[in-house]
């Protein structure tokens, strides 16, 4: 038991000391931070002010949206007790029988304050009303329904943005857990699955991905974040994936490739992170999008490849078995990219399909 504990532990550490050197994490976010900005910079933040309160979390966007409100009325509320108060409405100030108030039934703070908020709020319970006896109440209660609207209009607008980021739509876009490497069509390919948890399609859309590694140059320079550019394929190109469905992305490993030089034993051993990127235009919105993931080499398995997935019915239905989505298998596969290319029979794998005995039919989301 004190032996599973410590390997629980000791798992723990790893897979925080990972996710600390991750510049992305398995969800998209960027692990980054910027330090020594100068204090002037902030203010672009404030210029841009927009885009500051939809990135904002939702804890700060519903503090922001109790805190706005409240203060306006609480605000406001205090000019009505001043207008009372010189008219000589409040009730301390004993008016005469026949004295016209400004606003009947607003004869202290506290009803100030409610009359503030039904005038914001267009409420109107109809036991406070103004009245046309005072010019500066009318104009108070033509600027704050003014104010009241844009406030309101503000946070509408924020809160509406937020819900229909197209981050969120990126959610329903999945990568496999594990890449894997292996022989495909007379190549030796890193390949990547991944799938639309939606019917809806993502319009024009294509993927890429960037190495990031550090590099040592001829002249002694180091580069911490290097970025080497991968390209991804499909079977039917690169561009336009028709995404009704998973698929399986494919890096040729060429003399072109900066894995070429990369070996089983070693491959492990490697330090480098894989980012891969889909770029998209959600169908129902129209809005653009961007879906990330990353790999590290403990992530990225030699010698298996993906289970499949799609069959057809006996209906002639196309089905989709998302059990599978990031098994692997084990198949025939080279040591190295260049005993793949140089070294003959090193490259052959079993041409046999897999079978898929376990298949069972799942509901996708609409």
């Not at 100030?93 to 108030?101: F, G, K, R």
């Not at 005993?339 to 376990?358: E, L, R, T």
Request: proline share 3%.
């Amino acid at each position: 038991m004190v032996f599973g504990i410590q390997k629980l532990i000791q798992d723990h550490l790893v897979e925080r000391r990972i996710r600390r050197t991750r510049l992305v994490t398995k969800d998209g976010r960027c692990n980054i931070e910027f330090g020594n900005v100068k204090y002037g910079n902030h203010f672009a933040f404030l210029v841009d002010f927009w885009t500051t309160f939809v990135e904002f979390r939702w804890r700060f966007v519903l503090f922001f949206f109790i805190t706005s409100f409240t203060l306006s009325w609480f605000i406001f509320s205090l000019l009505w007790f001043w207008i009372a108060r010189n008219n000589g409405d409040l009730k301390w100030q004993n008016p005469s029988n026949d004295h016209t108030p400004c606003v009947w039934n607003v004869v202290g703070l506290t009803t100030a304050f409610l009359f503030s908020l039904e005038t914001q709020t267009t409420i109107g319970y109809g036991v406070r009303a103004i009245t046309p006896h005072c010019p500066v109440a009318v104009a108070l209660i033509i600027i704050q329904t003014l104010i009241g609207a844009l406030i309101h209009c503000f946070i509408c607008g924020v809160i509406v943005s937020k819900i229909s980021l197209p981050k969120k739509r990126a959610k329903t876009i999945t990568f496999s857990e594990m890449a894997v490497i292996c022989p495909k069509k007379d190549f030796l390919c890193l390949m990547i699955r991944v799938a639309n948890l939606r019917k809806t399609l993502m319009i024009g859309s294509q993927i890429y991905g960037k190495l990031l590694r550090t590099t040592v140059k001829p002249d002694g320079e180091t580069i911490i974040m290097d970025q080497v550019n991968i390209e991804f394929l499909m079977d039917a190109g690169k561009d336009n994936l028709f995404f009704v469905c998973p698929l399986t992305l494919y890096h040729v490993i060429d003399k072109a490739s900066p894995f070429f030089d990369m070996a089983e034993d070693t491959f492990r051993k490697q330090e480098f992170e894989l980012v891969v990127f889909l770029d998209g235009t959600a169908e129902t919105t129209s809005s653009a999008c961007q879906v990330r993931t990353s790999f590290i080499p403990q992530e990225i398995m030699w010698g298996y490849n993906f289970l499949p997935i799609i069959s057809r019915s006996k209906e002639g239905k196309y089905r989709v078995d998302f059990s599978n989505f990031s098994k692997v298998v084990a198949v025939t596969t080279a040591h190295c990219a260049y005993c793949f290319h140089n070294i003959v029979g090193h490259h052959i794998s079993s041409i046999n399909g897999i079978d898929n005995g376990g298949f069972g039919v799942i509901g996708i989301l609409e």
